[in-house]
């Protein structure tokens, strides 16, 4: 009897947690795209108008891929309206929210959670593309936890040869890519506009292999 008094109290204080995962309590609007020992990815749609349940996030990277118009409801009872831009980045911190569409028009957002602790888990690279190749990569946020990268090449155009540590590129338009490393082995780096791929650390050179110029989101780990 003490067993199964002692689970219930158990199940009762786990519950509420286990309740603000989104993609638990929200699977329609919340999807995983990607979830390791350092991140979990999270696609966000919503309709027009389409309205969440209360949840959840550790700090996290939003990344824009279209135009949102969204209130935010408070635990507290208090709402904050917050509008975003395609392509537009945001540091987002640890929190408990509602959030609603407020437009007429659907959007979609990409959610990098950050998991373990802020600074020092990636050793600083020597050849930083933001020094080497700062026509191509701009920093567009820093933190003790990530620096984002907006990073622009045109139709052929090849980067200079430069590092990342670990990290998330989200793609703002579709990419056709080829990276050659410093082995001197190439891989293709395709991807459509609102998909993300997981970049272990490594030094390659980025080639457009497309007929369009491309934009990446690169969300490097600290």
Not at 153 to 158: D, L, N, S, V, W
């Amino acid at each position: 009897m003490r067993r199964v008094l002692f689970l219930s109290v158990l199940f009762c204080i786990a519950a509420p947690a286990l309740a603000q995962d989104p993609v638990k309590v929200d699977a329609k609007h919340y999807s995983v795209l990607l979830d390791n020992e350092h991140v979990r990815v999270l696609k966000i749609k919503y309709g027009p108008h389409e309205k969440s349940v209360m949840h959840e996030h550790p700090n996290s990277v939003a990344v824009f891929i279209t135009d949102s118009e969204v209130k935010f409801n408070m635990p507290d009872g208090t709402s904050t309206p917050s509008t975003g831009k395609a392509g537009e980045v945001r540091f987002t911190e640890a929190g408990k929210h509602l959030p609603e569409n407020t437009g007429g028009k659907p959007f979609e957002v990409v959610l990098v959670e950050l998991k373990g602790k802020p600074a020092g888990q990636s050793a600083p690279v020597a050849l930083d593309p933001v020094k080497i190749d700062p026509e191509h990569h701009k920093v567009e946020l820093e933190n003790d936890w990530v620096r984002v990268l907006r990073v622009n090449f045109k139709a052929h155009e090849k980067l200079k040869q430069h590092e990342h540590p670990n990290g998330v590129a989200v793609f703002l338009t579709d990419v056709n890519s080829k990276f050659t490393l410093a082995d001197g082995s190439t891989r293709e780096g395709n991807g459509k506009k609102g998909e993300i791929r997981w970049s272990p650390a490594e030094k390659h050179i980025v080639e457009n292999s497309g007929n369009k110029p491309a934009e990446v989101i690169f969300i490097e780990l600290k």
